[in-house]
């Protein structure tokens, strides 16, 4: 059974709060990473997995988006999205990332933001946007960075409460991680950089960027706490491109 952390109550409530009161990294350093590598967008065709409230969806709409879908687990986000969003040309629907049915070559741009590491199984996800794009189309993602993920123990602190450093231990284990974030035990899953990026590789794309993002300036100036998150990645951000006549890999 797929895990669907957001429409448990509480963490539901604390998760909205946290988005609608901007008090996360989203804002302060991986959105501003993501825009950077984000084609323009007038005319296209998006598709976006992990649709969460639709901020996305909406914004791409505001850059000339002719049409796009937002594919989101959770029932309480969907709502939620559904009475943020009056555009007859945003559709959102209410099924799991591995579960969505790609149409065809039906995509020119494929995103997802801070979701598959979420997704128990990665590889079939880029085959699956692979298969949905079409010939030219760009996939661009974000993850928490494998750093953070492959221990999700935080910061170690002294006996003042400074932050000493970030642990990192069984990086190159790669699967299920649980750590407590509003509610116990949510389930992530860590993988490393080379999987991230050799499967999009042996799936028929090439890399056009990959981005460790860092908290820009006028956001450190106005978060000063925000500091730490220079001392070690908190997100990846990769862009890639579908290359012609190129198919995944028999071995894949």
């Not at 986000?77 to 039906?106: G, L």
């Not at 990665?122 to 794009?133: E, M």
């Not at 910061?155 to 790669?174: R, T």
Request: aromatic share 10%.
């Amino acid at each position: 059974m797929k895990q669907n952390v957001y429409d448990d109550q509480r963490f539901f409530d604390a998760y909205r709060k946290l988005r609608d009161r901007d008090s996360g990294l989203n804002g302060a350093v991986e959105e501003p990473a993501f825009l950077t590598v984000l084609p323009e967008l007038q005319g296209l065709s998006v598709l976006d997995l992990g649709s969460g409230f639709g901020d996305f969806c909406r914004f791409a709409r505001t850059r000339g988006a002719s049409s796009v879908r937002g594919v989101e687990i959770s029932r309480r986000m969907i709502d939620a999205a559904k009475t943020r969003t009056s555009d007859p040309q945003i559709e959102y629907v209410n099924v799991a990332i591995e579960d969505f049915a790609m149409p065809a070559q039906a995509y020119d741009i494929v995103v997802s933001r801070l979701a598959l590491h979420y997704v128990r199984d990665y590889k079939p996800v880029v085959h699956s946007v692979h298969a949905g794009l079409r010939a030219g189309g760009v996939f661009i993602f974000s993850v928490e960075h494998p750093i953070c993920t492959a221990l999700c123990e935080g910061w170690y602190e002294d006996d003042l409460g400074e932050k000493v450093l970030w642990p990192v231990d069984n990086y190159s284990i790669e699967g299920e991680r649980k750590r407590n974030w509003f509610i116990d035990g949510v389930i992530k899953y860590h993988r490393t950089v080379e999987t991230y990026v050799n499967t999009l590789l042996d799936s028929g794309f090439a890399i056009t960027r990959l981005l460790e993002p860092r908290v820009v300036a006028e956001h450190l100036k106005k978060r000063p706490e925000l500091k730490d998150t220079l001392r070690r990645p908190s997100f990846l951000v990769i862009a890639a491109t579908k290359l012609p006549n190129l198919k995944p890999s028999p071995a894949m």
